[in-house]
């Protein structure tokens, strides 16, 4: 991995598989045309460092640790910085500068071998599934690969909640939400209210009547298939803490 030293831009870095990717000359130049002309010190009020690592500095400089000790330093970061939080203070300014000192990877225990699954929820479908998978299957998969597979691990999607508008959004990587979580992962047959509906999945998904025309059935729209957990989950909610009278009232009631 090497930096524009100038102006703290990554010009190359390393795939997965460790081959290295170097930036184009004219991207470099355009992200240095839009940034305008650096300030007499391009450190910013945070500067990260991996342990190791001698950054370049724009002029002497002392550096406070974590404990107190006081260590000086001429034009770059000393190799031999110990991690931690310091505070980096350059010679006659009055500039301080956050020195963030770290060890680059996530801390892992020797010898560690884990495994376990990559799931993508919605496609995480049972025998029991409403359409799509759900948490209930989600909770099943984790209990079953860890008791009887010995697994560790499980890798799901985003699960946050989409805008809630319609039509929904279909991909779970465009959430709306860093708060909330997506409904339509509930288990209607989990929800509070559920067991006083006799509405079966089967029951839903069979087409009326009207709509079979010439022997031909009509199958239900994926939109309406999205909207149905959603829809029996605030059914079954509102005959668990009913709303008030008056005041509120839901589309369709």
């Known amino acids: 991995m090497t930096r524009n030293a100038s102006r703290e831009i990554l010009t190359s870095f390393k795939d997965a ?3 290295l990717r170097e930036a184009p000359a004219e991207t470099v130049a355009a992200i240095e045309s839009a940034r ?4 007499p010190n391009v450190e910013t009020a945070v ?3 991996r342990q190791g690592e001698q950054r370049e500095l724009s002029g002497r400089a002392e550096i406070e640790l974590e404990d107190g000790m006081v ?3 001429d034009d770059r970061l000393a190799a031999d910085l110990p991690l931690g939080y310091h505070t980096l203070r350059f010679t006659g300014t009055d500039q301080v500068t956050r020195l963030i000192v770290t060890p680059g990877i ?3 225990p020797k010898k560690l071998r884990v495994w376990g699954w990559s799931a993508q929820l ?3 479908r049972s025998y029991r599934s409403w359409g ?6 989600l909770r099943e998969l984790g209990r079953w690969s860890a008791r009887e597979l010995g697994a560790k691990i499980l890798l799901v999607n985003p699960l946050q909640a989409t805008l809630p508008i319609v039509p929904q959004e279909r991909s779970p990587y465009f959430p709306s939400s860093r708060q909330f979580l997506n409904p339509l992962y509930l288990c209607i047959e989990e929800i509070p209210g559920r067991r006083r509906r006799t509405l079966t999945w089967n029951a839903l998904r069979r087409p009326p009547r009207s709509s079979t025309k010439r022997g031909r059935s009509t199958a239900m729209p994926f939109s309406n298939l999205r909207k149905m957990p959603l829809l029996l989950f605030r059914q079954g909610m509102l005959r668990q803490h009913p709303l008030p009278t008056r005041g509120i009232q839901f589309e369709g009631q």
Do not use: R
């Not at 305008?36 to 300030?39: E, H, L, Q």
């Open 132 to 137: 799509m998978g759900d948490l209930a299957g």
């Open 71 to 73: 260590l000086g330093a």
């Open 106 to 108: 996530c801390h892992l």
């Open 122 to 124: 919605y496609a995480t």
């Open 36 to 39: 305008g002309t650096p300030p």
């Open 17 to 19: 598989l460790g081959n």
């Open 47 to 49: 500067m990260v460092a």
